[in-house]
């Protein structure tokens, strides 16, 4: 089982965001599940591959050519993948996961959430998806969702079969199945 944590290359402004990716980066470890990341070794995207090596699981890194000195390619991996673009990097993270979930971060994870809903709207997979909602980061996010569904511009059993939980427990039991 490999889960896809999409998550930034910044810790934000709270410590609870980065001891959140240690959490879960841990707790993939124990379970068995490879993490597949964007592979860098800064922001709560290092904190996480960090945690999981250290609790002793596999991490899978992807990052493109471009980003390999920006964002500081983790070189401590099971296997890391250097790819030519961001495009490549999402395409490679989704067809080497299992399901996926968004920490808090910044465009980059929104870009990666959104297109793999996109993907899952349009019938590209039907692997599960959540959102870990820490200390509320997406409560503004998920009231434009529920707008737009209001709206007439999501269906709503789109929106549902996000799951979205504060429990990154809850979150990997779903995703794991």
Known sequence: MRICVFCGSATGTKPLYAAAAADLGKLLAKRGITLVYGGASVGTMG????????????????????MT????????????HVVGSMHERKAMMAELADGFLALPGGAGTLDELFE???????GVHTKPIGIANIDGFYDPLIQMVDHMVA???IRAHYRDFITIDTDLEKLVSVLAG
């Open 47 to 66: 904190v996480i591959a960090d945690a999981a090596l250290e609790a002793g699981g596999e991490v899978i890194g992807v990052i493109p050519t471009s």
């Open 151 to 153: 709206e007439g511009f």
């Open 116 to 122: 793999i809903w996109t993907w899952f709207q349009i």
């Open 69 to 80: 000195d920006r964002e500081l390619a983790h070189q401590g991996l099971s296997e890391l």
